[in-house]
């Protein structure tokens, strides 16, 4: 169901049959390409697998019919102050006692962000950029290897494809000797685990770090 937060982001919302005060939030950050049917899809199989509260906020809202390309080029325009208050406002939005965070890719690097913010108590981030591209950075958007260094991080856990150029091993040894869980796949490329039509899909290994997630999630 499309929600708009106080702020005037879109947002896809899915709820289980049953809440209680133990049902646990989830704020999903999208990759880059934004809400989509895939995960609105995503959104509603988390809740009925897994009984939560699942919140997936646009990461361009107003802007939702631009390009890949110009989506790469605009990145350096975002504001970590209003990425927080999104993230911040999609954690209410769940209206559970317990929130986590996760995401993918753009929306991965936004989890591990997001682990430094107040509400979120785990975040697990699927193959999000460390440090930011060259492209991205000067504005207004903090490295995310400056979050994973808060001594204010919730446990982070760092799903990671050794082929990823995004996430070169450097950047996965300094965000893992700042105490981040990471679990690599030998191999697997940017985008491996979150959309089966893609060529870097790999169906064993993307099950296995679900498995990964939801249990680092729920513990």
């Known amino acids: 169901m499309r929600i708009t937060l106080p702020n005037g982001v879109p947002a896809e919302i899915a709820r289980p049959e049953v809440v209680d ?9 999208p990759d880059i390409m934004g809400l989509r049917p895939l ?7 988390l809740a009925a697998d897994h009984g939560w509260v699942v919140c997936a906020p646009e990461p361009f809202p107003g802007r939702e019919a631009l390009p890949v390309d110009e989506r ?13 208050k999104t993230a911040d406002l999609a954690a209410d939005a769940t209206g559970c006692a317990r929130v986590v965070a996760t995401g993918f890719c753009m929306g991965g690097m936004l989890a591990f962000k997001a682990a430094a913010s107040g509400p979120f108590e785990r975040a697990a981030g ?3 950029m460390i440090r930011l591209p060259e492209a991205w ?30 996430t070169p091993p450097q950047d996965v040894a ?19 685990v979150h959309d089966a039509s893609r060529p870097a899909h790999r169906a064993d290994a993307a099950a296995d770090a679900w498995r990964q997630v939801v249990g680092f999630l729920e513990s």
């Open 72 to 84: 790469l080029a605009v990145m350096a325009d975002f504001d970590d102050a209003e990425l927080r």
């Open 137 to 166: 950075a000067g504005g207004r958007l903090q490295q995310p290897i400056e979050a994973l260094a808060s001594p204010d991080r919730c446990p982070t856990l760092a799903i990671i494809g050794t082929a990823d150029h995004f």
């Open 174 to 192: 300094e965000a893992e000797a700042l105490g981040v869980v990471v679990v690599s796949y030998e191999g697997a490329e940017h985008g491996f």
């Open 39 to 45: 995960f609105d899809d995503m959104c509603a199989q």
């Open 126 to 128: 699927f193959y999000g």
């Open 21 to 29: 005060e133990g049902t646990l939030g989830v704020v999903l950050f």
